[in-house]
C-alpha cells in the first residue's frame, strides 16, 4: 500500500462521455485531487463540456489554458485541436502539432507528458473508444512507476480502445465504470 | 504510434548549450514539454541509435542541424484556420485597415504562408491588397521558400475552400489558384504582395512598423519570460490603433502589455492597440 495519487489523467473516445459523467458524479465531496480529462471532439464542437461537467460535481471545471498552475480541486479538459503536455513546475503547456493516432488531442501524448512529470504519482484511467489512442501512453507510464486502470471491456460501450491496451499492457485495474469511482475515492492504491 | 525513447531532461540542456554555443540558435526560452517532444520524434524519425550519435550529428553537421530546426519548430498550419477568426478580421479590422493609404502587415512565425495567402485573398476581395505589403517571417528557411512559390497540396484544397467559406468568403475559391496534377499554384497576383525573410523572435527585432500583426500558435511554445519578450516586440513594431492577432489559446496575460490593448471583440483573440 502507498498514498495515493497526486495527478489524475482519464482518456476516452467513442462512448465515454456519459462514463465520465458517471464518475464524476461518484467522487466524495472531499474529493480535491486534481484530475484531467482528455477526451476526443470534434474541432467546431462547441459544446461548453466545462459546464456539462461542473453540473456532475464539487471540483471547480476548466478548459486548459496554457501554463494554468495544477491545483487541487479542479477539474481540467484538454481543448480541441491542440495537444496538452505538462511541465516540470506542473503546469500545462499546449502544442499545435501534428495528430497523433489521427488525434488531437491524443491521449498518448498526455499520458507519456503527465507520466515524465508525476512518475509513480500518477494514475491514468483510459475508457471506452474506437481508436487506439492511449495504450502506447498507458504502457510509458506504466514503466515509469504510474497506476493503470482499464476500462473492462465488456462494460465500454465501443470496446476497442480499452482493448488495445490490454493487448499492450497488464494494467493494475480493469474495472467496470462504477468501480472506477470506487476506486479514486478509496485514495489508496496498489 | 510513438515509440518509447528517452532522452533525458540533462541530455536536453547539453543540446541546448550546443545549439547557442555552435550555431547561435537559442531554444533555452522553449516550453521544455514540447521541445522533448519534439526532439524525440525526430531522433526516432531519422533512426538515431542512441543520444551520442545524435549530438555527433547535430555538432558536425550543420546540413543536420538545419534540418533539425525545420523539424523542432511545428509547421502545421492551414488556410484560414479557424474560419470564424478570418471572418472577423474580414468585418471587423480590414475595414479600417481600408482607411490607410499603405498597409503593412507582420505574418511572424508564418510557416509555408497558408495563412498570409489567406489574408491576401481577404485584401483582395476588399479591394485594398494593391495598397498591402505582407511580411512573412520565420525561424526556418525551408518553409518560407514554399511560401514564396505559393504551392500546397492540392489535397488539402477541399477544406481550404469550405474554411474559406465559413470565413466569410463568397466567390469560387478554385479561381485562385490553378490545379497542376497534385498542386495548387496560388495567383501570382496574391505572392507579389509578399515578402518573406528569416527573422527569429528569440533574437531579432522589430524590423518596421506595422497596422496588423498576426502571430498565431507560436506563442503557446515559449515560456512567460520569453513571451512576455516577444511580445514586447511586437508592441515596439505596432502603430497606435493596430490590431495584434493571436492563436485561439494565446493571450496578453502577463506580458506587461496588456493594459495598452483591448481585445475587439469577446471572443476572437484579435487586441487593438489604444496607446
Known amino acids: ?190 | 504510434m510513438e515509440n518509447v525513447i528517452h532522452i533525458d531532461d540533462p541530455e536536453i540542456e547539453v543540446l541546448l548549450d550546443d545549439f547557442i554555443e555552435i550555431y547561435g540558435y537559442d531554444f533555452s526560452g522553449y516550453s521544455k514539454a514540447s521541445f522533448k517532444r519534439r526532439l524525440q520524434r525526430l531522433f526516432i524519425m531519422d533512426k538515431m541509435v542512441n543520444f551520442a550519435e545524435f549530438r555527433y550529428r547535430l555538432q558536425n553537421d550543420r546540413d543536420y542541424f538545419n534540418h533539425a530546426v525545420s523539424e523542432i519548430s511545428v509547421n502545421v498550419t492551414e488556410m484560414f484556420r479557424d474560419p470564424v477568426f478570418f471572418k472577423t478580421i474580414r468585418e471587423k479590422v480590414v475595414p479600417v485597415l481600408a482607411t490607410y493609404p499603405l498597409v503593412r502587415i507582420w505574418h511572424a512565425g508564418c510557416s509555408s504562408g497558408e495563412e498570409v495567402y489567406s489574408l491576401a485573398i481577404i485584401l483582395k476581395e476588399a479591394g485594398i491588397l494593391n495598397k498591402s505589403i505582407l511580411y512573412g517571417t520565420d525561424l526556418n528557411p525551408n518553409v518560407l521558400e514554399k511560401a514564396a512559390r505559393g504551392i500546397f497540396p492540392m489535397t488539402a484544397m477541399q477544406q481550404y475552400s469550405r474554411n474559406y467559406l465559413l470565413a466569410g468568403g463568397r466567390e469560387d475559391f478554385s479561381s485562385y489558384y490553378s490545379a497542376n496534377y497534385n498542386f495548387a499554384k496560388f495567383d501570382e497576383s496574391l505572392s507579389q504582395r509578399m515578402v518573406y525573410s528569416t527573422h527569429n523572435l528569440v533574437s531579432d527585432f522589430s524590423f518596421n512598423s506595422f497596422q496588423l500583426i498576426f502571430c498565431r500558435n507560436v506563442l503557446i511554445y515559449f515560456d512567460k519570460d520569453l513571451q512576455s519578450k516577444v511580445l514586447s516586440v511586437f508592441d515596439k513594431s505596432l502603430e497606435r490603433f493596430g490590431f495584434l492577432a493571436l492563436g485561439s489559446k494565446e493571450s496578453l496575460r502577463f506580458s506587461g502589455i496588456e493594459t495598452m490593448y483591448e481585445m475587439l471583440d469577446g471572443k476572437e483573440k484579435i487586441w487593438r492597440k489604444f496607446k
Request: glycine share 6%.
Open chain 1, 1 to 190: 500500500m502507498r498514498a495515493g495519487p497526486t495527478f489524475i489523467v482519464i482518456g476516452g473516445s467513442a462512448g465515454s462521455l456519459q462514463v465520465i459523467l458517471r464518475i464524476l458524479t461518484l467522487l466524495d465531496h472531499e474529493f480535491k485531487t486534481p484530475i484531467l480529462i482528455v477526451l476526443h471532439r470534434h474541432v467546431n464542437a462547441d459544446s461548453p463540456l466545462e459546464e456539462l461537467l461542473s453540473f456532475r460535481t464539487t471540483l471547480i471545471s476548466r478548459e486548459v489554458e496554457e501554463k494554468d498552475r495544477i491545483t487541487d480541486g479542479y477539474i481540467y479538459i484538454c481543448p480541441a485541436d491542440y495537444h496538452t503536455l505538462v511541465e516540470k513546475d506542473f503546469s500545462f503547456s499546449l502544442d499545435d502539432s501534428e495528430k497523433i493516432n489521427f488525434s488531437r488531442p491524443s491521449i498518448d501524448v498526455v499520458f507519456r507528458s503527465a507520466a515524465d512529470i508525476y512518475r509513480e504519482k500518477l494514475l491514468c484511467v483510459l475508457l471506452s473508444g474506437a481508436n487506439a489512442d492511449g495504450a502506447a501512453g498507458m504502457k510509458y507510464a506504466q514503466e515509469l512507476g504510474g497506476v493503470t486502470v482499464v476500462q473492462d471491456p465488456a462494460d465500454a460501450q465501443v470496446p476497442y480502445m480499452p482493448q488495445q491496451a490490454l493487448k499492450m499492457l497488464n494494467p493494475d485495474y480493469v474495472l467496470e465504470s462504477s468501480r472506477i469511482a470506487a476506486l479514486l475515492n478509496s485514495k489508496v492504491v496498489v
